[in-house]
C-alpha cells in the first residue's frame, strides 16, 4: 500500500512563487498586448465577425479565416516591437504602421461583414482617436487621408456590388460622418501638439532656470567657486565621515596677504581679478575629491576628505608656488599673490565649526609669524615635517 508524504513547506512555497511568477510574466503580457493600438480595434472587428456568422449573415468560413488573421496581427506587432532591437524603428514609426494595417483590416472588415458593417465605423473613428494622439500632426494627416481612401473604397465597393442593401446614400452618410470624426480628432491632435510643444519648451526653461537658481545657490559669482552655505554642506557630511568611517578629514583656510593693499593701489577691479586667478589656481590644484569654497571676502575654505594635516599642507606648498608663477592680474603683470594658511584636521566626536575654529585660529598665528606660510593646529604637531611651521 503506497504511502503520501506530505509536501515540505519550502515546495510548496518555491511552486506558489513559481505560480506567481507564471500569472505576473501573462499579466505583463496581456497588458502589453492591450497597449497596443491595434489591440482594441481587432477586438471589435472579431466581435463583429462572430456575431454576424452566429446569426448566419456572414459565411462561417469567411468569417473564420477573417478571424485568425485579425487575431494574428496583435500579437504579431507586439512581437515586433519586443524585438526592436534588432528591427531598428522608433516608437512613432510602429505606432504608424499598427495605425496603417488597423485601418487596412478594418476596411476589410466593412467590405467582408454582413448587416454589423455600420459597427465598424464607429471601430475606425476609434482606432484614429487611439492612434492620432500617439502621432505627431504630420503622420496624423497621413493617417487620416489614408482612412478616407480605404473606408471611402469599401463603401464604394458595397454600394456597387450590393445597391439594393446599400445603397450610396447611406454610404454617403458613413463617410461624411467618419471624415468630420476624422478631421475633428485631426484638430485635436494639432491643438494638443502645439501646447504638448508649448509646454516642453516651458518645462526646459523651467528647468534651466532651476539649474540656474541652484548654481546660484551654491557657488559664488565672482570666483566659480562654492560658496559659504554649499561649503557648509560638505562640512555637515564630511564631519558624519569622520565619525562613521574614522577616516583623516582636514581643512584649511587661507587669506590672500596684503589683498588690502592690492585693492588700495590698483583698484578693485584688480582686485577681483586677483580672486578669480587665486581660484582657478586653486582648482587646477585640487584633487577630485577635494573641495573648494570662497569663504569671505579674501578668505577661502579648503576641504581635502581623506587626506591628512600634513598632506594637506604639502598641497598648499603647491599651491602656493602656482601662484608665484601665475599672473594673476592682467592689468598689472608684475603682481603676484600670496596666501597666509592654517590647516586643522576633523576629530571625531567633534563638529566641524571647532575644525574650522581652529584653522582660523592658525592661519591668523601665520599672519603674525610673518605670512606666506602654512601652520598646522596644534593637534597635529605630532606629525608634522620639517618644512611646515607649527601652532
Known amino acids: 500500500m503506497s504511502r503520501s508524504f506530505p509536501v515540505p513547506p519550502a515546495s510548496r512555497a518555491r511552486r506558489a512563487g513559481r505560480a506567481i511568477d507564471a500569472m505576473g510574466r501573462w499579466r505583463r503580457a496581456l497588458q502589453a498586448l492591450a497597449a497596443q493600438v491595434c489591440f482594441l480595434p481587432h477586438l471589435a472587428c472579431l466581435l463583429v465577425l462572430a456575431v454576424d456568422?452566429?446569426?448566419?449573415?456572414?459565411?462561417?468560413?469567411?468569417?473564420?479565416?477573417?478571424?485568425?488573421?485579425?487575431?494574428?496581427?496583435?500579437?504579431?506587432?507586439?512581437?515586433?516591437?519586443?524585438?526592436?532591437?534588432?528591427?531598428?524603428?522608433?516608437?512613432?514609426?510602429?505606432?504608424?504602421?499598427?495605425?496603417?494595417?488597423?485601418?487596412?483590416?478594418?476596411?476589410?472588415?466593412?467590405?467582408?461583414?454582413?448587416?454589423?458593417?455600420?459597427?465598424?465605423?464607429?471601430?475606425?473613428?476609434?482606432?484614429?482617436?487611439?492612434?492620432?494622439?500617439?502621432?505627431?500632426?504630420?503622420?496624423?494627416?497621413?493617417?487620416?487621408?489614408?482612412?478616407?481612401?480605404?473606408?471611402?473604397?469599401?463603401?464604394?465597393?458595397?454600394?456597387?456590388?450590393?445597391?439594393?442593401r446599400h445603397p450610396w446614400r447611406s454610404e454617403a452618410v458613413y463617410f461624411v460622418l467618419l471624415v468630420g470624426a476624422a478631421l475633428t480628432v485631426r484638430a485635436l491632435v494639432g491643438r494638443l501638439a502645439a501646447l504638448r510643444h508649448r509646454l516642453a519648451r516651458q518645462r526646459h526653461e523651467l528647468d534651466q532656470a532651476l539649474q540656474r537658481i541652484g548654481q546660484l545657490a551654491a557657488t559664488d559669482p565672482l570666483t566659480g567657486l562654492y560658496n559659504r552655505r554649499r561649503m557648509t554642506e560638505w562640512l555637515q557630511r564630511s564631519a558624519a565621515d569622520v565619525r562613521r568611517w574614522k577616516a583623516p578629514h582636514s581643512v584649511a583656510l587661507l587669506d590672500l596677504d596684503h589683498f588690502k593693499q592690492i585693492n588700495d593701489q590698483h583698484g578693485h577691479a584688480a582686485g577681483d581679478a586677483v580672486l578669480r586667478s587665486v581660484a582657478r589656481e586653486i582648482q587646477a590644484c585640487l584633487g577630485d575629491s577635494d573641495v573648494a569654497a570662497r569663504w569671505g571676502g579674501e578668505e577661502f575654505l579648503l576641504l581635502f576628505p581623506g587626506r591628512s594635516p600634513e598632506q594637506a599642507a604639502r598641497l598648499l606648498d603647491a599651491l602656493r608656488l602656482r601662484l608665484r608663477a601665475a599672473e594673476v592680474c592682467p592689468a598689472c603683470p608684475p603682481l603676484r599673490a600670496g596666501f597666509s594658511a592654517g590647516v586643522a584636521a576633523l576629530h571625531d566626536g567633534e563638529g566641524w565649526e571647532a575644525a574650522v575654529a581652529r584653522a582660523d585660529a592658525a592661519m591668523y598665528r601665520a599672519k603674525q609669524q610673518g605670512r606666506g606660510r602654512n601652520v598646522l593646529d596644534a593637534a597635529a604637531a605630532a606629525h608634522v615635517p620639517a618644512e611646515v611651521a607649527v601652532a
Open 53 to 164: 456568422a452566429a446569426t448566419g449573415r456572414l459565411d462561417v468560413l469567411a468569417a473564420v479565416g477573417l478571424g485568425l488573421y485579425l487575431a494574428v496581427t496583435p500579437p504579431a506587432f507586439h512581437f515586433a516591437m519586443s524585438e526592436s532591437r534588432v528591427l531598428t524603428a522608433s516608437r512613432a514609426q510602429w505606432v504608424m504602421a499598427q495605425s496603417l494595417v488597423t485601418v487596412f483590416n478594418i476596411a476589410l472588415t466593412y467590405l467582408v461583414a454582413g448587416p454589423g458593417y455600420g459597427l465598424t465605423v464607429t471601430v475606425a473613428c476609434f482606432a484614429l482617436t487611439l492612434a492620432l494622439f500617439r502621432l505627431g500632426p504630420r503622420r496624423a494627416a497621413w493617417l487620416c487621408l489614408w482612412t478616407a481612401l480605404l473606408l471611402g473604397a469599401a463603401m464604394a465597393a458595397k454600394s456597387l456590388l450590393d445597391p439594393v
